[in-house]
C-alpha cells in the first residue's frame, strides 16, 4: 500500500502471482540424484548429434566451431559458407543482355525438373505491380537475372519485356513444367497483370515453411539464415527505407542482378532442405500437399476475383451513422454540461473524473486516469455517459474504417475490392485478411 502510480497498482492487481514469481526466479538448489564428479568423464564428441542440435536451436557460432574446429580469421564470404549445414555452394549467377543467353536459358528450364522462379517488380501491391525482371535457377548455385524495365543511370540496353514475356509465355503457363516459388501467390498475381496465367507451381517454399514450423518466420530471409545458414542481401540495403526508398527498377544494375538471381538460387536451396523433410512427416506432409497447396490456388482466384461492394449503399450507410454521431455528440455535451472533444483521453477525463467525480478504475503509465475501452465498458453498467462515448467510438471506427474508407478501396478496373489473404501469418492455421481486413467488419 506504501507504494504509489501504477507501479503500485500493477503489483496490488498481480498479488496472488507473486509467490510463483519469486519461485520462477530463485535458482533451484534442491535437485537430487545428479552425478558426482567422479563420474563425469570426457567422452569422445558426437558430432553428429551436436550438428543437429546446434542447427535446431541455431547456435551459428558454436555450429561454425564445430565445421572448421581449427580457429582462422574469415573473410565475409568465407564466413557465410561457412555458416551452412549444407554442403558448401559455388554461386554462378548471370545476368541476361542478349537472345543468345536467354535462348540458352530457355532450354535449360523446358528440360529441368524443377525451376525456381522470381519477379522483380514496381511495388508491393500485387495488383499494381509490374515487372522490372525475372529471375531462374535450375540447380543449386546456379541462377540468372532477366533485368526487362531498369531505368537507372547509365543501364545498358536490356531485352524488350514484352517479347521476354511472349517467349516465356508457353513455358509460364505450361502445367507440366514445376516451378517453385517463395510466395508464389504474389507472383502469380504479377504475371496476371500482364496477362499471363501461371501455372505449374508445383511447390512454395513460404508454405513448406509454414506446415513444418508454423510459429517462426517465413520469408525468404529467414530460411535462408535457419536452413542454409546464408546471410541474404536484403531488400532494403538496395532500395533503401522510408521516404528516401526507391524503385527496384532505379538499383544499379550489377547489384540488382546479384539480388535477384540470389532470391531463385536460394529459394532452389530451401526447398532441397525442407521438401526431403515431409518424407519423415506422413500428417505434414499430406497437410502441405493435399491441403495447403490446392488451397493456395483457391485463395488466389478469391483475391483476383475481388469482393464486389455497394458504394451507393455504404454512401448511404455513411451519411446515416454521421448524423447519429452528430446526434449522439449532442447528448454528451447535454450529460457533461458543456462542449468538449470525444476523441480526446485528456478532456474526457476532466469531464468523468473531475468534474462528474466517477470513481478511477485505472491509470494509465503516466499515472493519469484511463478513459481506455475496458474502463469505459465497467462505467457504462452505472453511469450514462460512459455508454453513450462506447456507441460514439462504435459508430466512428465503422464509418472511418469501412463505410467511408472501402468505397475508396475500389479497384477501377474491376469495380471491387481485392483484398489479400495470408495462409501463413497465423499459428492455428486460420486465414488472415489485409489491406483492406474484411474479416472483422461488424
Not at 78 to 85: D, T
Not at 176 to 186: E, G, I, W
Not at 244 to 273: C, M, N, P, S, W
Not at 302 to 327: C, F, P, V, W, Y
Request: hydrophobic letters at 40%.
Amino acid at each position: 500500500d506504501e507504494i504509489g502510480g501504477v507501479v503500485g497498482h500493477n503489483l496490488r492487481d498481480h498479488l496472488a502471482f507473486l509467490p510463483l514469481g519469486k519461485k520462477l526466479v530463485t535458482v533451484a538448489c534442491d535437485l537430487s540424484n545428479l552425478p558426482v564428479p567422479a563420474a563425469l568423464t570426457v567422452t569422445e564428441r558426437d558430432t553428429e548429434t551436436l550438428r543437429s542440435l546446434y542447427t535446431r536451436y541455431e547456435f551459428r557460432t558454436w555450429l561454425r566451431e564445430l565445421e572448421t574446429p581449427e580457429t582462422t580469421p574469415f573473410s565475409p564470404a568465407e564466413e557465410r559458407e561457412s555458416l551452412s549445414p549444407t554442403e558448401s555452394v559455388t554461386v554462378n549467377y548471370e545476368t541476361v543482355l542478349t537472345w543468345a543467353q536467354f535462348d540458352s536459358w530457355l532450354t535449360k528450364i523446358e528440360t529441368a525438373n524443377l525451376t525456381a522462379l522470381d519477379t522483380e517488380t514496381t511495388s508491393l501491391d500485387s495488383f499494381a505491380a509490374r515487372i522490372v525482371g525475372i529471375s531462374l535457377s535450375v540447380k543449386a548455385g546456379e541462377a540468372c537475372y532477366i533485368p526487362l524495365a531498369h531505368t537507372a543511370p547509365g543501364v545498358i540496353d536490356q531485352l524488350p519485356c514484352e517479347a521476354v514475356l511472349a517467349k516465356l509465355k508457353p513455358w509460364l503457363e505450361a502445367v507440366d513444367r514445376r516451378k517453385v516459388l517463395q510466395n508464389a501467390k504474389y507472383d502469380q498475381h504479377v504475371f496476371a497483370n500482364h496477362g499471363i496465367a501461371l501455372a505449374g507451381i508445383a511447390h512454395d517454399t513460404m508454405l513448406q515453411s509454414y506446415v513444418l514450423e508454423s510459429d517462426k518466420g517465413h520469408d525468404l530471409g529467414q530460411l535462408c539464415t535457419r536452413h542454409l545458414g546464408l546471410e541474404t542481401i536484403a531488400y532494403t540495403d538496395l532500395c533503401g527505407k522510408g521516404a528516401k526508398q526507391i524503385g527496384f527498377d532505379q538499383v544499379d544494375l550489377e547489384r540488382a542482378a546479384t539480388y535477384a538471381a540470389e532470391d531463385a538460387d536460394v529459394t532452389l536451396r530451401v526447398h532441397q532442405t525442407l521438401h526431403p523433410q515431409f518424407a519423415h512427416e506422413s500428417g505434414l506432409s499430406r497437410i502441405y500437399h493435399e491441403i495447403e497447396m490446392p488451397a493456395r490456388q483457391v485463395i488466389w482466384q478469391m483475391e483476383r476475383t475481388g469482393i464486389l461492394i455497394d458504394s451507393a449503399a455504404m454512401s448511404r450507410q455513411s451519411h446515416e451513422i454521421g448524423q447519429k454521431i452528430m446526434a449522439l455528440e449532442a447528448q454528451a455535451y447535454e450529460l457533461a454540461g458543456q462542449p468538449f472533444n470525444l476523441a480526446s483521453p485528456k478532456q474526457l477525463a476532466e469531464i468523468l473524473f473531475e468534474k462528474q467525480g466517477l470513481p478511477v478504475k485505472k491509470k494509465t503509465p503516466s499515472g493519469g486516469p484511463s478513459t481506455d475501452e475496458e474502463v469505459l465498458s465497467e462505467l457504462a453498467l452505472d453511469y450514462p455517459l460512459p455508454k453513450l462515448l462506447l456507441e460514439h467510438r462504435s459508430l466512428s471506427k465503422l464509418k472511418g474504417t469501412y463505410t467511408d474508407k472501402l468505397p475508396r478501396m475500389v479497384n477501377p478496373a474491376t469495380g471491387r475490392v481485392h483484398t489479400h489473404f495470408s495462409q501463413a501469418t497465423v499459428v492455428t492455421g486460420r486465414l488472415a485478411s489485409s489491406d483492406p481486413n474484411l474479416q472483422n467488419i461488424p
